[in-house]
Nanobody
């Protein structure tokens, strides 16, 4: 059965760092792109980042470019989101999602992703 499990969220001060993990099972992991999305409290969700099946192509939202780094370890069936220089506005529930294909084309749309994890809370606060 397909599963995506996020971990690594928590409370961090502004300027701090966190690394989120998305552990996948139940499908051929290295065939699919994986994306990260977030849902801030009381706001619309947004796409944060996406990585292609091989890891050779990555995409970022403008709001996180230069601060977040997405990577994957296909041997471990895991995608990571390294979040640096965190800001209050990064506070959200973060979800990873499996794309329908191997690339991140149309990655900004939730409809490009068919399976989702349960989410992990990230709170940036002093």
């Amino acid at each position: 059965q397909l599963q995506l499990v996020e971990s690594g969220g928590g409370l961090v001060q502004p300027g701090g760092s966190l690394r989120l993990s998305c552990a996948a099972s139940g499908f051929t992991f290295d065939y699919y792109a994986i994306g990260w999305f977030r849902q801030p409290p009381g706001k619309e969700g947004e796409g944060v980042s996406c990585i292609s099946d091989s890891g050779g192509s990555t995409n970022y939202a403008d709001s996180v470019k230069g601060r977040f780094i997405i990577s994957r370890d296909n041997a471990k069936n895991t995608v990571y989101l390294q979040m640096n220089s965190l800001k209050h506005e990064d506070t959200a529930v973060y979800y990873c999602a499996k794309a329908y294909g191997s690339s991140c084309i149309w990655w900004g749309s939730r409809t490009s992703f068919g399976s989702w994890g349960q989410g992990t809370q990230v709170t940036v606060s002093s």
